[in-house]
């Protein structure tokens, strides 16, 4: 693996790149699924290979390969820099990268129990049982539970004198429900949407998840649901769960935030933000009890790591302080042009993508409050959580989400089950109106494995903290 | 790229190695190369080569898969062993079939050579063209170029072989003012049909069209959709309900209502994987010959699409639209067509009379699968239409509307047409004029 780095980089060298990286990855992945009674997925993927990022006549070429020989590196060494003679075609004042960042280390995720290690057989006996005890209550149409293991080894080398090492480990783990009847469908889902929770962590985080407890109250919910009246609309107050929450702070703090968007780059995909630069350190985002940070250094989070894939050590950053906007999330060329240094936020989505800005782990930082104190301090609402649709505006301004659970508060106490809530709104308003976090006892770092951004589409895994939250005159249900 | 020979001999490596009662072998090979600009910079220019090998071992009624893209001898026959010991583990299947038969494929024209050596300064040349374009204008422009190459590969120890070589050229463009901006692209396995030009003048206009955009009340509006939008809506169609298994799982809108009227009698939608104006393919990822589906014909719901596994609880056989074996997703329909009309651009904008233009859409998701129900925000050029004329440009709304139920209000139906890439392959959608269209919110651009 060393030697195969040292050629790329000396090769892209010779062919006149004035700067280059080396990443050579290697993935494991394990997938198991099991629906309605039967192992749908059980799965061991392993892949391998390499890219070549450079810079030649000022502008960027990256080529990749999963042929891991020396004559495949030599060619695609030189097509990385054959590829950024082309972009030079087109590449205005230059690529500038800033001060040289040279690195020298390695990180491991800290795991208890290498989930790799961990019997098949148990793990499928994990997922029957929890299955089987969703499919017991009466109504279910549609049960599920997965579990994802992920190991990724990665070595980064630079022609700066950087050079990396890291093995992050993956688990997650999820339920999911569908109850069909009554002319609808209604799905829940343990702990998180989009199928799975996740962690940087070993099979410890899938045992205290209690997939087996937890399947039989979160099956009981979705056939529950199909008889509950639909979410009444109105201007209302609205205590929004931590897992939703999760996804309110991923698509209108994480995104509008990197640093790539603001400048255009992703402008005719997923589109740019309205945090323009000369908004940095006077916008007010979120009323003052609103603090949101970037750290890729905290225990466990699906963003956590050593270095990002630059090579730069893993950072906590803030964005919003006390409802003022202040930060970024940064790459070294991005970070350069605000006169900055990069706050380790450049991912790629293995061996064959360009490092992109990535959020790591995104956190509206704990507040002081219960949720029970919080509950009964509304006198008139709704709890809302667990996502099951979402969208956003090209600029991260107008939202609308819809939640799989909506209760009623009412003085104070939580009532009526409500179905197909949804809630919008434009996102400093929303924020503005943010009036009571709760704290540290209810603050948990959400695992979202399916982020995407990028063309080659790039799928990154991202951590958000959140406790519960409230939030006033907010406009819940909009669907008919 | 590979080619056939290569890969036949990786397949028969692999069904070799295998001691299993029955072995499949899926590779998915693919030379891609991408040119992404933004500001008139080329700030990402990549290319990769990759082949993924997938091999599906069945012991007895146990099913085994491990996947790998080390293919030397060392790592197919791991990838052998780890399929052959992952069945071991499994218990018997009551859903175990035995794996697809051989089968005659169409031979599909898939494969354009011009695309297949496309260079990277083809592509740079393309966008700087439209980056040119937009500086006369005073508007910066930002997009991406890409060209691959792409083989698939089915073979099974019950002598199947399939083999499959395509191509496929992508261009899409933003260009943006200071308040406005404007979107085109182009889809197409030959490369020599992008005209990035083209695209690039489309784009520019539209941006200079939506300068000054006011400001338009949420609401129910007739509509004018371009294709590009009526292509989202198509894809997000086929996601929620075009599916055997949607159906059978009772979560598609269109369970319980096939043979029923459900939408205008000029709607009709179908599936055709060989059909070249798209993105073709002979087979599925079970090796199963394609065929074409009519999914609503005249407005009638009349079929979804099977894999294997949804057509053999029915007793049918299946249509040719299955994702690799084992999974939980159940089939896709990902080479849609939506049948187009006769009416230009402006007869359709003459048909509104009043209402609102859209050009295309951003983050659709559903919020309701089982009655359609999608929303999104409008993006890249919305406009107002008075007497049956573009008045004014808009600022975005955001729509939360039921599909099913907006295409039972068919004013008219587009002749001009797009491709764009699907989920699994591309569908071809027309323009589309609607008698009513919900906008449930509105932004600030």
């Known amino acids: ?480 | 790229m590979f080619g056939e020979n290569e890969l036949r001999r990786v397949a028969e490596q692999v069904l070799a190695a295998s001691q299993a009662d029955e072995t499949e072998v899926l590779i998915l090979a693919h030379d891609t190369q991408l040119t992404r600009f933004a500001d008139a910079v080329i700030h990402q220019n990549v290319a990769e080569r990759d082949q993924a090998l997938r091999v599906r071992a069945v012991i007895g009624r146990r099913t085994g898969v491990a996947s790998t893209n080390d293919v030397t001898a060392a790592g197919i026959a791991a990838a052998v062993q780890r399929a052959a010991d992952i069945a071991r583990l499994q218990p018997e299947s009551p859903l175990y079939l035995p794996m697809a038969a051989p089968a005659v494929m169409a031979q599909v024209p898939a494969r354009i050579e011009a695309t297949a050596a496309c260079t990277p300064e083809a592509r740079a040349q393309g966008a700087g063209a439209i980056c040119r374009l937009a500086q006369e204008a005073g508007l910066a422009a930002a997009g991406a170029f890409s060209t691959e190459e792409r083989e698939l590969v089915v073979a099974n120890s019950q002598g199947l072989w399939a083999y499959a070589a395509g191509t496929l050229a992508d261009l899409n463009t933003v260009i943006m003012g200071a308040d406005s901006s404007g979107y085109a692209s182009r889809t197409d396995i030959d490369v020599r049909r992008i005209d990035a030009e083209g695209a690039g003048r489309e784009a520019v206009a539209k941006a200079l069209q939506s300068r000054a955009p006011r400001d338009v009340a949420a609401g129910s509006y007739p509509v004018v959709l371009e294709a590009y939008a009526v292509e989202e809506m198509l894809g997000y169609m086929s996601y929620m309900g075009f599916s055997a298994l949607a159906v059978q799982e009772g979560r598609s809108f269109l369970a319980g209502r096939l043979g029923q009227q459900i939408v205008d009698p000029r709607i009709s939608i179908w599936d055709d994987g060989l059909d070249a104006t798209g993105i073709p393919a002979p087979f599925d990822f079970e090796g199963v010959p394609k065929r074409r589906v009519e999914i609503i014909k005249e407005g009638v719901a009349t079929g979804v699409v099977y894999d294997r596994q949804t057509a053999a609880r029915e007793g049918k056989e299946s249509t040719g639209h299955g994702l690799p074996v084992p999974n939980t997703m159940g089939p896709m329909a990902g080479n849609l067509f939506m049948a187009p009309g006769a009416a230009s651009r402006e007869e359709l904008v003459r048909s509104v009379g009043r209402g609102l233009y859209v050009t295309r859409f951003h983050y659709v998701n559903p919020v309701h699968p089982m009655k359609a129900v999608l929303t999104g925000m409008t993006r890249d050029g919305t406009f107002l239409i008075e007497n049956g004329e573009i008045a004014a440009p808009v600022k975005n709304l955001r729509f939360t509307q039921g599909v099913i139920e907006a295409l039972n209000h068919v004013i008219a139906v587009g002749v001009h047409t797009v491709l764009g890439r699907g989920w699994v392959g591309g569908n071809r959608a027309p323009d589309l004029a609607l008698g009513e269209f919900r906008f449930s919110g509105t932004t600030q651009f």
């Open chain 1, 1 to 480: 693996m060393n030697e195969l780095a040292e050629r790329a980089l000396n090769v892209a060298q010779l062919h006149g790149a004035s700067y280059a990286d080396v990443r050579v990855v290697r993935r494991e992945r394990q997938e198991l699924a099991v629906k309605n009674g039967q192992v749908g997925k059980l799965a061991m993927d392993e892949e391998q290979g390499f890219g070549v990022r450079v810079i030649a006549d000022g502008a960027w070429g990256f080529a990749s390969s999963s042929l891991m020989t020396m004559a495949e590196v030599e060619r695609v060494a030189a097509l990385a820099v054959t590829i950024a003679r082309a972009s030079a075609l087109v590449k205005g004042e230059g690529v500038k990268l800033g001060p040289p960042e040279v690195h020298v280390g390695s990180y491991r995720t800290a795991v208890v129990r290498d989930p790799f290690a961990v019997a098949t057989e148990d793990k499928l006996a994990l997922l029957l049982a929890a299955d089987e005890a969703m499919r017991r209550v009466p109504g279910v149409r549609v049960s599920q539970a997965s579990l994802e293991f992920l190991r990724e080894t990665k070595l980064f080398t630079s022609s700066e004198g950087s050079r990396v090492e890291q093995v992050l480990i993956e688990s997650g783990a999820g339920l999911e429900t569908v109850a069909v009847g009554e002319g609808e469908m209604q799905k829940r889902s343990y702990p998180n949407s989009f199928g799975r929770h996740q962690g940087t962590a070993g099979y410890e985080f899938v045992e205290e998840l209690d997939l087996v407890g937890h399947a039989q109250p979160t099956a009981a919910e979705a056939v529950a649901l199909l008889k509950a009246p639909t979410c009444p609309s109105g201007v209302m107050t609205l205590i929004i769960g931590g897992s939703q929450l999760g996804l309110q702070v991923h698509e209108s703090c994480g995104h509008p935030t990197e640093l790539d968007r603001v400048f255009g780059s992703e402008a005719s995909y997923a589109g740019t933000s309205f945090l323009t630069p000369e908004k940095l350190g006077t916008f007010r985002y979120g009323s003052p009890v609103v603090n949101l940070t970037a750290d890729a250094t905290l225990p466990g989070g699906l963003g956590s790591f050593g270095y990002d894939d630059e090579g730069v050590p893993a950072q906590r950053a803030e964005l919003v302080r006390e409802g003022l906007f202040v930060g970024y999330l940064t790459s070294r060329e991005t970070a350069a042009r605000l006169g900055l240094r990069s706050n380790g936020t450049m991912r790629a989505d293995g061996w064959n993508r360009m490092p992109i800005i990535r959020m790591t782990n995104i956190n509206l930082e704990p507040g002081t409050w219960t949720l029970a104190d919080l509950i009964a301090d509304t006198d008139e609402g709704l709890f809302v959580d667990l996502n099951k649709s979402w969208s956003i505006d090209d600029k991260r301004l107008n939202f609308q989400f819809g939640t799989e659970v909506a209760y009623e508060i009412t003085k104070g106490r939580l009532g009526r089950l409500y179905k197909n809530a949804t809630y919008t709104g434009i996102t400093p308003q929303f924020w503005g109106s943010c009036d009571a976090i709760c704290g540290p006892a209810e603050w948990r770092i959400w695992g979202i494995p399916n982020c995407g951004k990028g063309q080659p589409p790039q799928s990154a895994h991202v951590g958000h903290g959140t406790a519960p939250a409230r939030f006033r005159n907010v406009q819940v249900g909009v669907m008919r």
